[in-house]
């Protein structure tokens, strides 16, 4: 059995905290959260894999939908939070419950570029966590959309995961970690009972818990899965974050073309060169085939980004060309693909 995480993931776009004072600077949090919208706006428009589908026509003052996830500490919040993110909401971790209407506004703001917002609000708010009950009523006075998710466990599946991270709860203080387990039931009791969906997963694993988010948020359209397909050089190295590797080195090397040595596998010389190869036209049917297996495993698994590493001896010729070719067969079965030539130039 997979546990989960215990630990708070690394912030995906971290609200400001206020600490030691009685009341946060409310102009300076406003500030944080204008710029985590714009930052989500920049980032559409700079890479090459957006992060969610765009709504065509939709206008400034549309209101985002709101998801709300919350529950017990060790419950699966954080993988919740990610699976979100790979339907293409635009995450918060752990935002002060009173910004939540003004992450809202921002987002009605954004011409449509953030329109589902996910919020993940816990005890690690503290303080902040008595001010969710009013932000609540300041959106259903708004008529906003909002849906709250509550994940919970038994103790004795918090304990062990606790226990197998070697972490306190956050609210164990000097006492055990069923004390902390105990005192943030309390404190959650009546959130859960305002809760539209509860999901158990004391005997659930990570994929079992995806599965479920996805099929209460993905809707109709079945999960992306996004690829990148990178060529790169052997005498560079692997790299290393691939999750599948391929080798051209079985094809004849343009390199010791002297006409074709100073192009690329981008030039149609090249590439013609590469394809026309024995074997070069068979391989990639049948490695294109191979993906849509894999990739029809990948999302039944809940992984969202795949990448495959397509290596020549130096980066340069066969796996560019292979690479251009595998990355539009991709693209024609609609996987979202982004074609990385790492070492192309470095020789």
Not at 283 to 304: H, N, P, S, T, W
């Amino acid at each position: 059995m997979t546990e989960y995480e215990t630990q708070p993931a690394p912030e995906r776009e971290q609200a400001p905290q206020a600490a030691g004072r009685d009341q946060a600077p409310q102009a300076a949090e406003r500030d944080q959260a204008q710029q985590a919208v714009e930052r989500e706006q920049t980032r559409d428009d700079g890479a090459q894999v957006s992060t969610g589908k765009e709504k065509a026509g939709a206008h400034e003052a549309a209101i985002p939908e709101l998801v709300i996830i919350s529950g017990m500490s060790g419950a699966g919040r954080s993988t919740a939070a990610k699976c979100l993110e790979d339907l293409g909401w635009f995450v918060v971790d752990n935002l002060p419950p009173a910004l939540i209407p003004t992450m809202v506004e921002l987002g009605a703001r954004s011409q449509g570029n953030v329109a589902r917002i996910a919020v993940v609000v816990d005890v690690r708010g503290r303080r902040f966590f008595d001010n969710l009950r009013e932000s609540l009523a300041d959106l259903e006075a708004r008529a906003v959309t909002r849906r709250i998710v509550f994940l919970e466990s038994s103790d004795d599946a918090l304990v062990r995961r606790f226990e197998s991270v070697r972490r306190p709860h956050p609210l164990q203080g000097d006492g055990r970690i069923v004390d902390g387990i105990a005192a943030e039931r309390e404190l959650l009791r009546e959130l859960r009972g305002d809760a539209d969906l509860v999901i158990d997963t004391s005997s659930l694993n990570v994929h079992e818990l995806r599965a479920k988010m996805d099929a209460q948020f993905a809707g109709e359209e079945e999960p992306e899965l996004r690829a990148t397909v990178m060529s790169f050089g052997f005498k560079y190295g692997l790299p290393v974050d691939a999750d599948l590797v391929v080798d051209m080195r079985f094809l004849p090397n343009p390199h010791w073309v002297p006409e074709l040595r100073p192009f690329t596998g981008l030039n149609e010389e090249v590439s013609s060169y590469v394809l026309n190869q024995p074997g070069a036209k068979e391989f990639l049917d049948r490695y294109a085939e191979l993906l849509q297996l894999i990739a029809a495993g990948y999302r039944r698994e809940g992984k969202r980004y795949v990448t495959v590493a397509v290596g020549c001896t130096g980066g340069k010729h066969r796996s560019v060309a292979m690479s251009e070719k595998l990355a539009a067969r991709l693209a024609a079965e609609g996987v979202e693909t982004v074609v990385v030539h790492r070492d192309m130039g470095r020789e």
